[in-house]
């Protein structure tokens, strides 16, 4: 082989030391409650364990559920819309905490920043959010993914506090049942230059209040993706002949 010597740029870079946070429980691995109305992951919430007090709580139907079809490990959690004496009640599992009443026009999900109960701390600006998920949903109706770091306190919907939204990442699924699971990626639009001071995150199994009645979605390994800024660990490489 002809003797090659070349000085060049070094393409291959090495990413900067530092951690990169992910929500808590992304997995959907840790449960607690199980087989009881009350069942949820670690870390995350739904309509069962509200801010509505007992009489809601135990007049709201289970919503979220353990599943053992899982796209990585043991579990994922499953979402799905079922009837209630007021109507079709959407699945949905939040980071947060579900703000009820008998009302659900008035429903919204929360971060409380007082209590680590309900909520994520996230001081990082991600990139984009990913995740996979499957679903069986009912004519007209799809799943949907909504996040946002923000700082103080916060709620989606808004709810009077967008102005301490930071950057949202949301995604509406398409209309079409999936049997497989499926991956999905949104970026972050950042609305301002604040550094967050927390994540909050609420997947369900439909359309807001519009979703029917049979309508459910199963979602795992959901990540924050970063860009990370990156240094060469060489400026010359010098290639010779193996």
């Known amino acids: 082989m002809k003797q ?6 070094l393409s291959v870079i090495t ?16 449960w607690q409650n199980v087989g009881t109305g009350t069942e949820e992951p670690e870390e995350w919430s739904s309509i069962k364990t509200s ?8 007049f709201a139907p289970q919503v979220c559920w353990r599943s053992d079809d899982a796209h990585t490990g043991a579990y994922s959690v499953n979402v799905r819309t079922v009837n209630s004496p007021i109507g079709a009640a959407n699945g949905i599992v ?10 659900p026009a008035n429903g919204r999900v929360f971060t409380d920043p007082n209590d680590p109960q309900w909520h994520q701390v996230m001081t990082d600006r991600p990139d984009s ?21 923000h700082t103080g306190a916060a709620s989606m919907p808004e709810n009077g506090t967008l102005s301490n939204w930071v950057g949202r990442a949301r995604f509406d699924a398409p209309s079409i049942t999936l049997g497989e699971w499926t991956r999905f990626a949104v970026p972050f639009n950042y609305l301002s230059g ?5 994540l909050l ?4 199994s439909g359309d807001s209040l519009l979703s ?24 010359v490489v010098t290639v010779s002949p193996i």
Not at 94 to 103: K, N, P, S, Y
Not at 194 to 198: G, N, Q, R, S
Not at 212 to 235: F, M, R
Request: charged share 15%; aromatic share 8%; net charge negative.
């Open 4 to 9: 090659l010597a070349a000085s060049f740029a």
């Open 15 to 30: 990413t900067a030391a530092r951690a990169q946070p992910q929500i808590l429980n992304s997995g959907f691995e840790n």
């Open 51 to 58: 801010d509505g007090g007992t009489i809601i709580n135990n």
């Open 94 to 103: 939040t980071c947060g905490r579900v703000h009820a009443e008998f009302d």
């Open 129 to 149: 959010l990913v995740g996979w998920y499957k679903t069986t949903v009912q004519t007209g109706d799809h799943p949907r993914v909504d996040a946002i770091v």
């Open 194 to 198: 604040a550094a967050p001071e927390h």
């Open 201 to 204: 995150m609420v997947m369900s």
């Open 212 to 235: 029917q009645v049979g309508t459910q979605t199963w979602y795992g390994d959901i990540a924050l993706i970063y860009n990370v800024a990156c240094t060469p660990s060489e400026t």
